[in-house]
């Protein structure tokens, strides 16, 4: 079994090597809309899956595309190169490795403060040497300490009940390891932190629609899912991370009704196959069209701070029309300059009618804060 005094051999060399090496942001990257678009039109040629070349050239003809941040235009490049090179089937390893990298290391901003806490839960030594196909030995070392520290906090903080139920999905070849016989990944003990969150301040079992924007591989909407079985789950985001998900959950979850993305501009056209699917992807042009009080629970989790202030706006009006309660989880100040005036905690426009459930800082991570508020 890995012990505390076990881990501690290996983080301190690891840490000094990845000092210099390792340090990935994605930091002052930015693609405007034009350019985007150009590269677009050449690029979608190779050989791409047709449900992401229509969700992209249906995107880059809409408002929404002409106000996305450049930064996450920059990402958009990025993330459909990777799924071009190595396809679908390991975007665990490859788009979510690099969006947790920088997290999932002994550096983390996520996992600071569980540091020198004591490690007391039982894992086999062999799984901090389990190496990861598209990780160096180096990289593999670092996630699955990380992962094994984050998943000690999981366990002596009483979130253990989730994993009974809860397992990471073999879909997308992930980066995991093996806990009570069970597959734990950096991105599953997020989602168990946040739904956490969410359902002791909320009666989830009394709450069967939910809405999530920027859901990116979908992995709050799995573990919701599993947990809630008799929900509706609407997902609102921009490809390739709409394609994503939606890939994601299909494998993971194909026995429920799906309605795939669309391009449709009136909910007429698509209205019973709408109403009847359990779980619904959406562009941000058609949140316009959902109906008025149509969900419980919207949620925005780590996206929010990646957006232009004039697009936030435009959320938390929609977010006021359609839900009920929202849960939103952000930087404390964002990282990604996307507009002249930062985002921090206690910007974000949130209505003067809205009764605040709780505002306050995270632990994990220690550098955002969480939020739910009834409308």
């Not at 076990?6 to 390792?22: A, D």
């Not at 600071?112 to 901090?128: C, F, G, H």
């Not at 969410?198 to 629609?209: C, G, M, Q, V």
């Not at 959950?249 to 429920?256: E, G, L, R, V």
Request: glycine share 2%; net charge neutral.
């Amino acid at each position: 079994m890995l012990s505390k005094s076990e881990i501690k051999k290996f983080i301190p060399p690891i840490i000094f090597e990845l000092r210099s090496r390792f340090k990935m942001r994605y930091g002052p990257a930015y693609l405007n809309a034009k350019d985007f678009a150009k590269w677009w039109n050449c690029f979608k040629l190779a050989s791409l899956p047709c449900d992401l070349v229509l969700m992209m050239d249906h995107y880059i003809t809409t408002p929404s595309f002409e106000e996305t941040s450049y930064y996450w235009n920059f990402l958009s490049k990025r993330h459909i190169e990777l799924l071009s090179q190595y396809n679908i089937n390991n975007f665990k390893q490859t788009i979510e490795k690099f969006h947790y990298w920088g997290e999932a290391t002994m550096e983390s901003v996520l996992i600071k403060p569980l540091l020198n806490d004591p490690v007391t839960i039982k894992v086999e030594t062999d799984e901090i040497f389990r190496d990861h196909e598209f990780c160096s030995r180096i990289e593999s070392i670092q996630h699955n300490i990380a992962n094994i520290i984050l998943l000690n906090y999981i366990v002596n903080n009483g979130y253990g009940k989730y994993l009974e139920v809860l397992e990471e999905p073999l879909f997308g070849n992930p980066i995991f390891i093996k806990y009570n016989q069970k597959r734990v990944s950096f991105p599953l003990l997020n989602s168990i932190i946040e739904i956490d969150v969410i359902s002791n301040h909320l009666d989830l079992k009394s709450k069967t629609r939910f809405l999530e924007i920027g859901a990116g591989s979908g992995r709050t909407a799995l573990s919701l899912l599993k947990l809630i079985v008799d929900s509706k789950y609407i997902i609102v985001d921009i490809p390739p991370a709409l394609y994503i998900s939606q890939e994601n959950i299909i494998q993971n979850i194909p026995h429920k009704r799906i309605f795939k993305f669309q391009n449709f501009t009136n909910l007429e056209e698509v209205k019973d196959e709408f109403n009847k699917a359990d779980i619904i992807f959406l562009s941000p042009e058609q949140i316009k069209l959902i109906p008025d009080k149509y969900v419980d629970v919207a949620i925005a989790i780590d996206c929010l701070h990646e957006m232009i202030s004039s697009d936030v706006e435009k959320y938390f009006k929609q977010f006021n029309r359609i839900a009920t309660y929202l849960y939103f989880k952000c930087q404390n100040v964002q990282w990604a300059k996307t507009s002249k005036i930062l985002l921090t905690i206690d910007s974000y426009p949130v209505r003067s009618h809205w009764e605040k459930i709780m505002h306050e800082k995270c632990y994990v991570p220690n550098d955002y804060f969480q939020a739910i508020y009834r409308m």
